[in-house]
């Protein structure tokens, strides 16, 4: 079975220092890998995502990811946070059972504060 | 904006109703699926629609129950509603099933059970 893991509940960075949200996979095969965010009392948001194509994947806003197969992570970055960054943001894989099943599965998300 | 409708935005009843989640996918998109977010079982995919028959099934309660009509809409049902179904509710539509189309959520209903 797929899983996620986000290695940090909570990060905080310096606006306009890098930012690290680290995620671990597990999968019995390539997987499907996304990232979204979600503002305080908002949908979810796809930030980016990894269909096995090229590893270093980039997504809006500036964040990027990459797909990391020898370390099963997909941990996403940015090189400057901005105050509007600040959000929960869930690592997911696509949970595919057969027959073109699909739901995702969430990790337990990262919230993560822009100090000024 | 996803394109992804939901309805109602709130909603608030007291335990042993039932009520009823509306949605609506973007428009040409087959797939539809519900995920329930709470503070302790986080986001968790509840089932999936496809083309109004019933593809998948994640954590669902046997109280719950969904549809997808011919116009592709969507429904969930929860009945016998209990204190600990208190959550957002989103709704996630995609162009197609399987492969690596992605899903668009919806803004979500709240739901508070008292």
């Known amino acids: 079975a797929q899983s996620v893991t986000q290695l940090d509940s909570h990060v905080s960075v310096s606006e306009g220092t890098p930012v690290l949200l680290r995620c671990n996979y597990s999968s019995s095969y390539s997987p499907s890998l996304f990232w979204y965010v979600q503002h305080p009392n908002k949908g979810l948001q796809l930030l980016l995502k990894y269909t096995s194509a090229a590893t270093l994947v980039k997504g809006i806003n500036g964040f990027e990811a990459e797909f990391k197969k020898s370390e099963t992570s997909f941990h996403l970055t940015k090189p400057s946070a901005h105050m509007s960054d600040a959000a929960e943001y869930f690592c997911v894989v696509r949970t595919e059972s057969g027959g073109g099943a699909d739901g995702l599965t969430f990790g337990k998300g990262t919230h993560l504060i822009i100090q000024p | 904006d996803s394109g992804v409708t939901q309805t109602p935005k709130h909603l608030i009843t007291a335990t042993g109703q039932r009520v009823t989640l509306r949605c609506s996918p973007r428009?040409?998109?087959?797939?539809v699926y519900w995920y329930q977010q709470s503070l302790d079982q986080g986001l968790q995919f509840l089932i999936q629609y496809y083309n109004g028959e019933e593809r998948a099934k994640g954590n669902i309660l046997e109280r719950f129950s969904a549809q997808q009509f011919p116009d592709l809409h969507s429904e969930l049902n929860l009945s016998s509603l209990e204190l600990g179904d208190s959550a957002l509710y989103f709704c996630a539509s995609s162009v197609s099933s399987g492969g690596r189309y992605e899903q668009y959520f919806g803004p979500g209903t709240r739901l508070t059970v008292t």
């Open positions: 428009s040409g998109d087959l797939s």
